[in-house]
């Protein structure tokens, strides 16, 4: 572990604005221990030392938006709601990590997106070791972070009657057990950060579905793996709350224009029309809109959607606990 975390904590305090805190060379211009306060008139980039160790920091530019400048981190970054989630952050003037299992595609997209905004990393976020080596880069990168985006996840549908076993311990081990190891290592960083900035809130928020608020025919791992993660959300914000960390959930109905439902391969649009799932349908349009039919808004949901409800959930200081629905009206909460 290093000082980077008391850094950023410190700063947060001064400035009331997140910033980088990379490891430097240079010479420091201010000598800091944890009980030294950062003179709040600092210019940024400034190099400090504490203790054995010298760093740069910096910040990101800021719009005018609470959430623009946030160091953030989403999981499963490279492709779907994640690769539009990390998309709309780096357009807030986040700085971004993109944390994949697919490496190719976090580096890819975060080359889309801007190098200096970004980073990739590979990791398994349903495997502890991998989760503490995210967690360790994401320290030795910038020092800390502000957001957390539990985004990664995967479906994987069949009847009670027939599932392997296996299946059904796949979805439970990324939707919900992965969700308490990256709560587990990255809020452990957060905490560490909060020490020296008690004023400073962050944010982890998981991206559930709407399958975690009602049931889900023929698809039970997952809707059940997203039920306990509305679980997992409340009681990790009941705990983190003395860290300064809000947990809430955002909870998306589906997303037809994603590749999850139109990749033209192995989408399940074409899943459902090759398996005859939707009665009459001949095309693949045919089964989306059958699809369609069935939201109260009669369209899918989509990035901007999601982002919106990330937006509200971290730019609304008094709320934790939560799970927000964004699924135009298809399933409401009960009173
Ligand atoms: N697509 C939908 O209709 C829909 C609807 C509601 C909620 N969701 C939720 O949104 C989230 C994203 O779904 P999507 O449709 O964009 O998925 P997707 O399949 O398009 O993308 C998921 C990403 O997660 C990555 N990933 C998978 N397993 C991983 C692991 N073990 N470690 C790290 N990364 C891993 C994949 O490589 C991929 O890049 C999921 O939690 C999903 O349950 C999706």
Not at 124 to 144: F, I, L, Q
Request: net charge negative.
């Amino acid at each position: 572990m290093s000082n980077a975390p008391t850094v950023r904590g410190l700063f947060l305090t001064a400035l009331r604005r997140p910033v980088l805190v990379r490891p430097s060379d240079a010479d420091p211009a201010i000598v800091l221990d944890k009980t030294t306060p950062v003179p709040a008139d600092v210019t940024l980039p400034v190099v400090v030392r504490m203790g054995e160790e010298t760093y740069e920091v910096s910040a990101p530019a800021r719009g005018e938006r609470e959430i623009s400048g946030r160091v953030a981190l989403v999981t499963g970054g490279a492709q779907g709601f994640g690769a539009e989630i990390a998309k709309g952050l780096v357009e807030q003037g986040c700085f971004v990590y993109i944390a994949d299992l697919n490496g190719d595609g976090a580096a890819a997209k975060c080359a889309e997106l801007g190098r200096d905004r970004t980073h990739p990393i590979t990791v398994n976020v349903g495997d502890e070791d991998s989760v503490a080596a995210m967690t360790a880069e994401v320290e030795r990168t910038t020092g800390g972070l502000d957001l957390v985006i539990s985004n990664a996840g995967i479906v994987r549908a069949g009847s009670v009657l027939e599932q392997d076993l296996a299946a059904f311990k796949l979805s439970t081990d990324i939707n919900y057990v992965a969700f308490f190891l990256v709560t587990k290592h990255l809020g452990g960083l957060l905490a560490r950060q909060r020490e020296t900035a008690p004023g400073w809130l962050t944010d982890i928020i998981q991206i559930n579905s709407k399958s975690g608020l009602v049931g889900s025919n023929k698809n039970g791992a997952y809707a059940g793996s997203k039920f306990g993660g509305i679980g997992l959300v409340q009681s990790f914000a009941l705990e983190l709350v003395e860290h300064g960390i809000k947990v809430n959930a955002v909870c998306p109905g589906n997303f037809y224009d994603g590749p999850l439902w139109s990749d033209p391969d192995k989408g399940l649009f074409v899943q459902y029309l090759n398996s005859g799932k939707v009665p009459g349908a001949k095309t693949v349009e045919d089964v989306k809109a059958f699809y369609e039919a069935k939201v109260p808004m009669r369209r899918g949901t989509t990035g901007i959607d999601v982002l919106r409800a990330i937006y509200y959930i971290v730019e609304q200081a008094y709320e934790t606990g939560q799970a927000v629905p964004v699924t135009g009206g298809q399933v409401m909460l009960n009173a």
